[in-house]
Each structure stands twice: as structure tokens, then as C-alpha cells.
């Protein structure tokens, strides 16, 4: 059975792009969740998902990002006009419910 | 408030010996879970443990242990006989009362570096 799947591991973006980070969950979780880890900061939950549904999205920033997890094919995290900022180790974990998570390798975006 | 405080920063260590990576917690619930994950240097997050708040027995696993104590709000992790393998990040984590996983409250983590 294979993990979560994150792509691409690592994002160079420039000022002002957009990132599109995709996360494929683990084969029968139907939960998705969108992790930021910044250096010093610790994982802060971004966004939870459920197939075509956001449930919880009160970590996720108003403007330029948004989320997604379509009926079919991975989820997607993007982000519009990407800033400095924003750099950072994107995780993307699933479940099948209520029980641990299970992490992908990340997405670690670069802004320049 | 819920918070969750990984006091050590870094630690190094030689191999073969033990080391305890320690974890507060604070949550005014009754009903919570603690985790650890274990964060190696390629980066992903591999799920070690979860323990509910309604048991406190220790548990063991290889040369992994943790000690949970309600009385301190405190989960422990101790690694006996170290490895270089055992060297990453190690974060605890709290999920507190009713609701799912977003709830998790993370640790900054402790940075454990085994040297031969």
C-alpha cells in the first residue's frame, strides 16, 4: 500500500508565480490535510479536506491560497502570486478518519 | 489553552546511549491523545505512537519507550541504546477534545543527533 504522495518535493517559484503542490493520500483515506512547517515554527494545520469538500480551512491565509480534493485525482494546495514568505515545507497527511495521520515526504517551496 | 512545550532544543548524543526527549502538555480536556512523529533528515514525517488520555500504562516498543504521566502532563520518549539512524526531529503532537485531526497542537521539536 503505498504512502501519501507528495509532488514536487522541491518548487523553485519567483515572485509573484503560482505554486501548485499536489498530494495523492493513502489508498482508502478519504481525509486530506495540508501541513506548513516554517524553520523554528513547528507544523501548523492549514487546511482539512474531505473528497470534493473543504471541512476546515481556519489555517489557511484568506488571500492567495486555496485548496482543493477533487472526486477524483490528488489534492492541490495552490498558491497565487507567491511571495518570500511563503517559503516553506508544505506536508500533506491523510486518515481514514479518526486515527493518526500519515505524512507525505512534503513539498519544499522556494520563493525567490 | 492548548499547547504542547519540547523543552530540548538539540541533543547529541553518542551511540549506544540513552536518551529521554522530553513533552509537556496543556489542555484543559479530559479526553486527549498525545503523539510522537519522527522527522529524519529526508524529511518526512513517519508516525511512532499514539496514546488517549485514558491510559497510562508505559509502552514499549524495541529500544523506543514512552512514559506518560497525567500527574506531570508529560510524555516522554526514550530511545535506549542509541543509533545514528535514530538521528532526526521528534515532535509531539496533542489532539484535544471532540473533533478530528486538525486539532493537533504540535511541539517545536527536539533535534536528536546520534554520533558513532
Known amino acids: 500500500n503505498a504512502g501519501v504522495m507528495q509532488n514536487p518535493r522541491h518548487l523553485v517559484r519567483r515572485r509573484g508565480q503560482e505554486a501548485r503542490l499536489r498530494c495523492s493520500p493513502m489508498k482508502g483515506h478519504s481525509h486530506v490535510y495540508w501541513y506548513r512547517q516554517l524553520p523554528e515554527e513547528g507544523l501548523k494545520f492549514m487546511v482539512y479536506l474531505q473528497k470534493e469538500n473543504i471541512i476546515d480551512e481556519s489555517g489557511m491565509p484568506k488571500e492567495r491560497f486555496s485548496a482543493e480534493f477533487p472526486k477524483e485525482g490528488p489534492s492541490i494546495l495552490r498558491i497565487q502570486q507567491v511571495v518570500r514568505g511563503d517559503s516553506a515545507a508544505y506536508f500533506c497527511?491523510?486518515?481514514?478518519?479518526?486515527?493518526?495521520?500519515?505524512f507525505g515526504n512534503g513539498t519544499r517551496l522556494t520563493v525567490t | 489553552a492548548q499547547k504542547v512545550t519540547q523543552a530540548q532544543t538539540e541533543i547529541s548524543v553518542v551511540e549506544k546511549e540513552d536518551v529521554t526527549l522530553d513533552c509537556v502538555y496543556e489542555?484543559?480536556?479530559?479526553?486527549?491523545?498525545l503523539f510522537w512523529y519522527k522527522q529524519p533528515p529526508s524529511g518526512e514525517l513517519v508516525f511512532l505512537i499514539r496514546?488517549?488520555?485514558?491510559d497510562e500504562q508505559n509502552e514499549i516498543s524495541g529500544r523506543y519507550s514512552w512514559n506518560f504521566q497525567k500527574s506531570t502532563s508529560s510524555f516522554n520518549f526514550t530511545i535506549t541504546a542509541s543509533q545514528v539512524v535514530d538521528s532526526a526531529v521528534y515532535f509531539c503532537?496533542?489532539?484535544?477534545?471532540?473533533?478530528?485531526?486538525?486539532?493537533?497542537?504540535w511541539g517545536l521539536g527536539t533535534s536528536l543527533a546520534v554520533n558513532p
Open positions: 503532537a496533542l489532539k484535544s477534545g471532540a473533533g478530528n485531526n486538525r486539532k493537533l497542537i
Open positions: 496514546r488517549n488520555s485514558f
Open positions: 497527511a491523510s486518515s481514514p478518519g479518526d486515527s493518526p495521520l500519515h
Open positions: 489542555t484543559r480536556d479530559t479526553t486527549y491523545y
